[in-house]
């Protein structure tokens, strides 16, 4: 099993930034894939960014520029650092991890964005 545990969001302002970060452990042999979603209140879950072992990522559209998704591959954590947020941006902000071509999911954490 693996075990995903989320941190550092909460409440901000408009214009503000806040960092995540997720902590893989459990029976890691080798974690592939490392990425963020989120889900607002009655929407569906939405990607955010993924990056590869390797360190290539990928943004979706509407946090390009803003977001930037980073990992320590010795520490299994994957972060993102979100500038210029929006109200919009408020949601729970999932991780996904992938081990052994098999998805694990974190339990999220809250970002608010208001004023």
């Known amino acids: 099993q693996v075990q995903l545990v989320e941190s550092g969001g909460g409440l901000v302002q408009p214009g503000g930034s806040l960092r995540l970060s997720c902590a893989a452990s459990g029976s890691i042999f080798r974690i592939s894939a490392m990425a963020w979603y989120r889900q607002a209140p009655g929407a569906q879950r939405e990607y955010v960014a993924l990056?590869?072992?390797?360190?290539?990522?990928g943004y979706a559209d509407s946090v390009k520029g803003r977001f930037t998704i980073s990992r320590d591959n010795a520490k299994n954590t994957v972060y993102l650092q979100m500038n210029s947020l929006k109200p919009e941006d408020t949601a729970v902000y999932l991780c996904?991890?992938?081990?052994?071509?098999?998805?694990?999911w974190g339990q999220g954490t809250q970002v608010t964005v208001s004023s």
């Open positions: 996904k991890v992938v081990v052994a071509g098999t998805d694990y």
């Open positions: 990056i590869t072992r390797g360190g290539s990522t």
